[in-house]
Each structure stands twice: as C-alpha cells, then as structure tokens.
T-cell receptor
C-alpha cells in the first residue's frame, strides 16, 4: 500500500496524558497536512509542512499541540495534557505540487479522551 | 476567510432518481472548489474539482460564481453512491489548506 498511513488508528487516553500520532505520507510528497475532524463536522485544518518547514498553523492548534516533520518525510503530532475536547479524528494528507497537487488523505487516528 | 456551507446533513434518494447535493461558498477571491467522498470504512478521496471539469462516476459539478455555488449532480443515482460527501475550497488546492463543509450523508434507497 503506497497511500498515506497513520499510526495508531485508535487511541484511548485519560485526561491529562500526552499522546503522539504519526503520519507517513506518500513517498516523495513534499507537502504534509494535519486536519482534525469532530463528530458532525468536516475536516478542519491544523497545520502543514513543506518538507521539514512548518509553513502555517491554525489558531485551533493551541500551545498544547506540536507537530514536527524532522527529516521531511514522516510527521508527528503531539498533544500534551489532553482534554476531553481533544477527542476527534486526526487526519493526515500529503501532496506534491504543482504536478500532483491533489491532497491524499490517510485513514486517520481516532482519539478518545476519557 | 473561506467558508463552505452544505445545508443538508442527510439526503435520501431512490435508486435511478436524480441526485443534487448543495454547496455554497463564501470567499472574495477565486478559490478552487472540489468534492471529496468517503465511502463506508474508507478514507476521504477526491471525487472531482471544478478546474478539471470532469465527470467522475457520473457526477458533475458546475461552479456558479453568481450564486457562489458548486452543487454536485448525478442524473441517475446508484446504490454504490451511498456515502458521505464533503464540499470544500482551497486557495491553491493541493498547495495550501483546504476548507471543508460539514458534509452530506447520501443514502440511495434500493
């Protein structure tokens, strides 16, 4: 499978704990995006990378959230001191503009904060 | 800021009947409009985008700048069209962030 992969697919944690998600984009895609989707809503943009550079962050990305893409390949999204409101599906997407500019999505990581 | 509105959360249509999923956008510039679809237990995937002007799986969508709409249409619904459909916009499609509507769940009644 050469699509975008995400790990883990499901994560249950207690309030106050830290969690980290991983996204592996399609090989050689230089753009990587993180979105969050809550129940009944469409995906909402969180942040995106061009290679290892983080180019934009949404105001949804509070200080408790941090994303990295250290080598320009896979990316991690960490949430510190999780809150119940962080419960959502976290989606990753990748693209390779300008010739392959469709954003391809991964299966998502479903986070449940108890 | 970009905003995308899908007024219908749920839509049920009989097999063989025409389908129209509504989408309106608000943006002062010239965003790129698109439709993503999510079938049961599958990931989001691009259905079509307005600049390509393609017909995918029998679906078409015309950008109406006067009405700021990008409705998705299909003349004859098929059971396999049952899915969640998201309309969205992007300033530079794959190059920057995408803004999605809340989605419409389409159910095709056999």
């Amino acid at each position: 499978d050469t699509g975008v992969s995400q790990d883990p697919r499901h994560k249950i944690t207690k309030r106050g704990q830290n969690v980290t998600f991983r996204c592996d984009p399609i090989s050689e895609h230089n753009r990587l995006y993180w979105y969050r989707q809550t129940l009944g809503q469409g995906p909402e943009f969180l942040t995106y990378f061009q290679n290892e550079a983080q180019l934009e962050k949404s105001r949804l990305l509070s200080d408790r959230f941090s994303a990295e893409r250290p080598k320009g390949s896979f990316s991690t999204l960490e949430i510190q001191r999780t809150e119940q409101g962080d419960s959502a599906m976290y989606l990753c997407a990748s693209s390779q503009p300008p010739f392959a500019d469709t954003q391809y999505f991964g299966p998502g990581t479903r986070l449940t904060v108890l | 800021a970009q905003r995308v509105t899908q007024p219908e959360k749920l839509l049920s249509v009989f097999k063989g009947a025409p389908v129209e999923l509504k989408c309106n956008y608000s943006y002062s510039g010239s965003p790129e409009l698109f439709w993503y679809v999510q079938y049961s237990r599958q990931r989001l995937q691009l259905l079509l985008r307005h600049i390509s002007r393609e017909s995918i799986k029998g679906f078409t969508a015309d950008l109406n700048k006067g009405e700021t709409s990008f409705h998705l249409k299909k003349p004859f619904a098929q059971e396999e069209d049952s899915a969640m459909y998201y309309c969205g916009s992007g300033l530079n499609f794959g190059n920057e962030k995408l803004t999605f509507g809340t989605g419409t769940r389409l159910t095709i009644i056999p």
